[in-house]
């Protein structure tokens, strides 16, 4: 399962067109500001346009649960804060 600290920018960048848009261009300035391991981040960096299609792709890109994706889009930080 993915740390929270992954979902969590996976979450917002679901939500938020801006974010999304920086972490495919730019994933590695995105994830100098996080704490992933060095799979998530190799995860992340793999992410495409086409991954956030539904919430199902994203989810099965990333190895995490829709359930998880969805309960992490309610974390505060996930809402509030931008990447």
Same mark, same amino acid.
């Given at each position: 399962m993915p740390s929270e600290e992954m979902l969590i920018i996976v979450g917002h960048s679901w *939500?938020?067109?801006d974010c999304r848009r920086k972490l495919l261009d730019d994933p590695d300035r995105i994830l100098s500001r996080h704490?992933?391991?060095e799979e998530e981040a190799a995860l992340l960096r *793999?992410?495409?346009e086409e991954d956030f299609s539904s919430i199902s792709s994203l989810a099965q890109a990333i190895g995490a649960s829709i359930s998880d994706l969805y309960g992490i889009?309610? #974390?505060p930080r996930c809402r509030l804060? #931008?990447?």
């Open positions: *939500q938020c067109r704490r992933v391991s *793999q992410l495409t889009m309610n #974390h804060r #931008h990447i």
